[in-house]
């Protein structure tokens, strides 16, 4: 589904990512752990086309999709929710899931992604700014899903939100993965949502995947104090 291949890129002067090589099977769940600044965001930017390749591949369901622009790969089936969720604050819920369909289809299609998030149905005709965090991110993965996507690149959508929604969160993502065999990439620095969603989790440091580890290998004294910065006492 996703295949990376020597990915470089860069804001201005400073370079980024600095080779990065990835693949991604169709209906894997994969997670992307590191420090802050190691390049976890741009690394998604620059699957979804905003932060340009400086150099390298990136195939998307085959197709080479490295200079082609966000909304051609998200016509493809490339989707992203971004870190801080980015919904339409001064918009209703329900316009908000509208702009996910725009150009992609029937405007019904919002019933069947609220089944998903029935906790957004009370709020359609809310302001998507006078929710809370946690709602804002759930209203971000159902506009998101308004768009049909293949494959799902996260960034970190557990910050600044409440307990109680993460454990939603937990539930929300196990569901999609398993009844709409979604491909997802999760960036993210809580560990325990990241071990119990992804089946395996790369470790990202200074623009560089390093290694791969198995979900259950993250409480490691060695990889809490060196990839993540959490020490273990």
């Keep these: 589904m996703l295949s990376v291949t020597d990915l470089h890129a860069r804001y201005g002067r400073i370079p980024i990512l600095n080779g ?16 802050n600044g190691m390049g976890k965001t741009t690394l998604l930017k620059t699957l979804m086309g905003f932060v340009p390749a400086e150099r390298g591949r990136i195939l998307f369901d085959g197709v080479d999709v490295t200079h082609e622009p966000p909304y051609v790969r998200a016509r493809r089936g490339l989707g992203y929710v971004p870190q801080g969720r980015e919904i339409f604050p001064g918009l209703s819920v329900r316009d908000n899931l509208r702009m996910g369909f725009v150009g992609r289809g029937a405007e019904e ?14 709020l359609l005709n809310r ?23 293949k494959l799902i ?22 569901r999609l993965h398993q009844t709409q065999a979604l491909t997802i990439v999760l960036v993210e620095q809580n560990l325990e949502f990241i071990a119990e969603l992804a089946k395996r989790v790369l470790l990202i440091q200074k623009g560089t995947i390093l290694r791969e580890l198995q979900p259950g290998e993250l409480r490691q004294a060695r990889v809490l ?7 273990r006492a």
């Design 153 to 174: 690149l996260f960034d970190e959508p557990t910050e600044g939100i409440q307990p109680s929604i993460i454990e939603e969160l937990v539930g929300v993502l196990q």
């Design 20 to 35: 990065i090589c990835l693949e991604v099977a169709a209906g894997e769940f994969v997670g992307v752990l590191g420090h």
């Design 127 to 149: 302001r998507g700014g006078a929710l809370s965090g946690g709602e804002q991110q759930l209203l971000a993965i159902a506009r998101c899903l308004a768009g049909n996507p």
């Design 109 to 122: 299609r919002i019933d069947g992604i609220l089944q998903t998030f029935p906790r957004l149905v009370p």
């Design 225 to 231: 104090s060196e990839f993540v910065g959490v020490d």
